[in-house]
């Protein structure tokens, strides 16, 4: 038993890497010109996650001006990063993670990539715009999440036995508790030590 428990913690452990590398694998747009980039898909469902990665071509010591991708409330940003691994030579690569709020069509990336080089020589790069469609899985005449009409009412008789419960155990703690003390007054009267009385000798 011991055995079999020792290799099957072994393989969890080594799966761990693999699962991780599939979670952090990254699939990068191919480099067509100086600045490319790709979403992960062109259709969600309403509250799933996606992303957005681009390409630019850039030396490892050029300043990067991206713009903010997204649309505030219905396409909103959770997180950014660059990218390094499986990036081709001679390009700089980032992604962001988006969530979509609201269904309907927009555009996500828009504006111009700075490139700033060492000389402070700028070169704006103009960006292919990219639009996602954002879906809900409801059917025509179902009705979305609605907002709260009304507070409900306590339920009276589960609030008038909850009291009653209260109430008893409240009772019952006390009665203990005076029960417990009389008892440990008695207990210290009964094993009290007796006064020596003083012995008195005839002469």
Known sequence: MRHALSILTLALITSLPIACAKRDRTILPKPTEPLTAILSTNQVLLGQPFTLTALVQAGPNDRI????????PAIVQRNARDISTGVPTGYRARQWDLI????GSFS??????????AEQNERHLAVTPLAIQVVTTLQPGEEGVRDITGLQQWPRRVATRLLYALGIVAALALVIALLARYLLRRRKTAIAPPLLSRRTSAH
């Open 65 to 72: 001006d991206w713009p903010s991708p997204g649309i505030t």
């Open 100 to 103: 979509a709020l609201r269904p």
């Open 108 to 117: 996500i990336w828009t504006g111009t990539v700075v490139r700033t080089d």
